[in-house]
């Protein structure tokens, strides 16, 4: 019965085995596909992905659409899939490099002839050679997708270029029968938005009304706090003060900067958060959204370029004006530019609804026909005010005209737009006005802010800002340091500006927000020159950490200094050689880690690391001799920081040890910065080499009448007196010499601190002689005689200066031998030769 239920059970066994057969392959190539290493699958899914996806978005580049932002929304896509392409070749590097490096253990297959390989290389080989060529096909499609998908960017870029040419040159003929669908257009639009508010009211009214309040009320209460807060933060920043007569022209730029922004932004915050709480309380619908929205825009715009006309203008406030024109041509170009604001903000409006509304494009035309018509004689007009200032500078006298080119300028710009809207090109006339308004008011607000980052700048300025006020009473730096501070400010202001004001500029020319992002993406991630690919958030990072690591290495320094060397009492030159190796050895890691962080590969470093040596070879053999032997005295420590050396010419105290040269400060506090090398190669004196153990000699003499004896004992009493005299060895006294007016002894005395002999020299001397004087003791001074002889002088002359000399006698008789001497030898003077160059008498 058991060998029954044991047939029985292998029977199924076997069965559900033969059954399993199709899992079992399967499962057999799972385990070879999970064989692969973990990034050929990755990019073999990812790739195939892409390849799928780049099919779909050509057929929809393909399809010969029309929209623009469709076409930015695809061009995105094909830039994204560039970029995994990229990424995918790189995930592959490290795999084809560890093939690389196993080809290379296995070597060369053998040559023709020689005997062959086991079959276990040959199929390791084999087995390299099929990853490697996976690898390359991996890439190489990779490679195919990254092209593919670039073609189709370009070609929807010069899609996007067309279809933008196209609107800007489109020709609508002017005639009456377009005046007669216009009217007949607007009536039925006027009908329309009646209609869509008159019932969105009502219905509102009628079945939302508290949700209405709600969100009116909550509306009021944000435009209240928006106005306090305004008013008690902002208003300092854009009221002009009346008591200033006469403000710095960076208090004008300052003020007329805030003045435009500030308010502006306040009014922005107040239509978002209105339309943000109506829709909250689900008030409004789409269409009433789209005309909120549109009006809020229009209102924003119409502020943003008052205030900056203001703030440049001043046209009430002259003392506050950035540019020199007259009172009277102020208020005319302010008014004018309102003018046309209005205009356009009108249009702007009136276009917005007929897109919202259905109208036909027709109400469009007429609506900006009329609006360019004006904008064009409203510049014609501004061309002929005289708004500058004369020559004696008088701003209310009236004024000259504008420059020449201004004037041109102006007027051909208006008599462009009312020829090219009559001429039916009323798009590109609306363009036109457009960027003189919009393009206009962010060059001026760019201008304002390059002038205010120049005018922080400039010296002594900086410190008269709000922010240079508070860092002088918090830190209160030198005057240097904030100018420094100021020159970094203007800098930061400079390329807050750039950053601004170049989006905007492009928004109104025809950009998309997408292709900024992808720009600067692209700018930040992938700059190529030629054949180098930069990225410049990859440097960013990488500097960032190197500043970062050499921060840290600074505290560590400074910590283990502080703490750790100087509680275990270690000398002062090796805590400085240990805090300056740890210097280097941080800051080349820092290096190390800043490099790889930056994405640089230290392999493409070969070639510079040859030409470096060559150089080396050539040119910076100095420099590197220096580094070695900076490296070598801070290993050996022949002498260290606080050392009293003496090399060459040179003596002084060892300051710093860099590892290019060696700061020796001299007696007279010289800094001498002696090359590291000649300090290694040369003869240096160390006075603290193995301790400060030094002597002191003091030379002295004495008067022949002394005792030596007397004299010797006296010298070695003060020595022994002398507090930073060493007992041991104790002190030496010598006599030395017979000298030409003294006795010569020498005191001999040893310092625990060899820096202390200066002073120790000079008591010594203050007691030696006090001693000898109390003693009696003389300490003489050179003496010598000195002899004159007349050369061939008559003896009729020395008679008559020995009758001289007699009778001026009383003042200096005992020295009056003249004479005498002269006669000393029978009474003749002595008729020696004269020398050479020597003249007789």
Partial sequence: MVFSFARRLAGFLLLF??????????????????????????????????????????????????????????????DDLAQQMLEIGVSLRPVLSEIKARSTVLGDPPAEGAPAEAPETVAAREALAKERAQINALTGRAEAVSIRANRLGDMINERRKALFADTLTQRTPINGALFDQAASALSSEMRSFKSIVGSWVSFVWTFKFEALMASVFLSLLTGLFISMVGSRFIGRFINRDPANEAPSYLQRLTVAFWSAILPTA???????????????????????????????????????????????????????????????????????ILAMTLINAADFLLGKISSILGSPVIVTVVNSLVATILIGLILVGASRVKPMVGAAGDITAPGHAWPRWVQVALT?????????????????????????????????????????????????????????????????????????????????????????????????WGFRIQDIQLLLYRAVTNIQIGGISISLSGILIGLVLFIGLVVVTRLFQRWLDSTVMARSQMDPGVRNSIRTSIGYLGVVIAALFGVLAAGIDLSSLAIVAGALSLGIGFGLQNIVSNFVSGLILLAERPFKAGDWVQTGSTEGFVKRISVRATEIETFEKQSIIVPNSELINGTVGNWNHRNSLGRADVMVGAGYDADPEEVLRILEEIALAHPLVLRNPPPVVHFVDFGASSLDFVVKVFLADVLSQMAVKNDLRVAIYKRFKAEGIEIPFPKSDVNFTLKNVPDELLQQLAKSAGATGAKDSDEQDGPDAAKSSGGQPRRDAPEDGEADS
């Fill in 17 to 78: 085995a033969l059954l399993q057969l199709p899992g079992l392959a399967i499962a057999q190539d799972a385990v070879t596909a999970s064989d692969q290493p973990p990034a050929v699958a990755a990019a073999e899914t990812a790739l195939a992905r892409s390849e799928t996806r780049l099919s779909t978005l050509s057929e929809a580049v393909e399809d010969d659409a029309v929209d623009e932002a469709q076409l930015v929304e695809l061009k995105v896509e094909l």
């Fill in 266 to 336: 306040a009014v922005a915050a107040a239509f978002l958060a209105v339309l943000a709480l109506m829709s909250a309380f689900s008030v409004l619908r789409d269409d009433i959204t789209a005309l909120l929205s549109a009006f809020s825009a229009a209102i924003i715009g119409l502020v943003l370029i008052a205030r900056v006309a203001k703030g440049i203008l001043a046209p009430r406030k002259p003392n506050w004006r950035l540019i020199r024109f007259t009172n009277r041509g102020a208020r005319r170009i302010y008014h004018l």
């Fill in 412 to 508: 051909v710009s208006g008599v462009g737009m009312v020829v090219l809207s009559l001429g039916g090109y009323v798009g590109l006339s609306k363009f036109i006005s457009e960027q003189i308004l919009l393009t206009g008011t962010i060059l001026a607000l760019i201008y304002i802010g390059f002038q205010s980052g120049h005018a922080v700048m400039e010296p002594g300025n900086f410190a008269q800002t709000r922010l240079g006020a508070k860092i002088s009473r918090r830190f209160n730096p030198s005057a240097v340091r904030m100018d420094q501070i100021g020159l970094a400010a203007g800098l930061v202001i400079d390329v807050l500006v750039l950053i601004i004001g170049i989006p905007l500029i492009l928004l109104q």
